[in-house]
């Protein structure tokens, strides 16, 4: 178990060696991303313009709730996963796990973990560069149980967009041109994880489905916990159905794995 734990440990470590090297492409990316956040803020500030509360909410409480969307697509967002993953596949980079003792989903999801840590730490750049302005908007919620909660919740987060992201990428297999799936699937992630509005906005109906699916639990979950957007009885019911969708799909990646190796031709790399 050790002699496992140091063999990921060793790709993190590499991982993060080479994420380092681009480490002004994150922080760029984070400065642009200051330019969809303002955005944000221009159009809901004027949706509130006449109104005090929308969905039971102040304007400062929404607000909270995109600039922390912002920090967590930097936090556990999967960038270009399914993209890279897509072309190991393509070119044969993966026949070297065929024939050594390495889980692919683990190496790709230390790759990931270690991409996360410098994007995750790049964001505070821009997030000190929009301070000045924004600080008078934010009101998060000092409840320490609150934070608590969210940490699983976040961790999860990143497993289920990785796990997403990887079963996209397994397509590969299948299909030459993964990009029509990917943008199909960013589609459905912005809708339906929050990211274009809280889904607590959504009619009662269709928020009751969305609070069965994965993309409900990227991004609007653990944001919804800190900003208070859920009722605190109904968190611990939340993360058990996050926990659900991080097993399913996990084996759901195993298994495009297991089959996607038997249309596997192995040439090149």
Not at 17 to 29: C, E, K, S, T
Not at 79 to 101: A, H, M, V, W
Not at 239 to 251: D, E, H, K, M
């Amino acid at each position: 178990m050790f002699a496992t734990l140091t063999k990921y440990r060793h790709v993190f470590l590499v991982g993060l060696q080479g994420n380092l090297v681009y480490r002004w492409n994150f922080a760029i990316r984070g400065v642009f991303s200051l330019f969809s956040l303002a955005v944000v803020f221009i159009l809901w500030g004027a949706a509130y313009k006449d109104l005090d509360q929308i969905g039971g909410f102040n304007v400062n409480q929404t607000l909270t709730y995109f600039v922390l969307l912002f920090v967590l697509q930097f936090l556990v967002g999967a960038f270009n996963e399914d993209y890279q993953i897509s072309e190991e596949i393509r070119n044969g980079l993966i026949n070297q796990f065929l024939l050594k003792p390495v889980n692919y989903y683990a190496y790709r999801f230390s790759i990931f973990v270690a991409a996360r840590t410098v994007s995750g730490a790049l964001v505070i750049l821009p997030l000190l560069l929009a301070m000045p302005v924004i600080h008078e908007n934010l009101t998060l919620t000092m409840d320490f149980n609150r934070f608590a909660l969210a940490v699983p919740a976040v961790a999860m987060a990143a497993l289920i967009q990785f796990s997403i992201a990887y079963c996209f990428g397994m397509l590969t297999f299948w299909f030459l041109d993964i990009q029509g799936f990917i943008i199909l699937s960013f589609a459905i992630e912005t809708l339906l994880g929050g990211q274009m509005f809280p889904l607590d906005l959504m009619p009662a109906a269709v928020f009751k489905v969305a609070q069965y699916l994965p993309f409900y639990y990227q991004m609007y979950f653990p944001a919804a916990i800190i900003t208070g957007r859920i009722d605190a009885t109904l968190i611990a019911r939340g993360l058990v159905l996050q926990f659900f969708w991080v097993l399913t799909l996990y084996g759901l990646a195993q298994l495009l794995w297991r089959r996607g190796l038997r249309h596997h031709t192995a040439v090149g790399g």
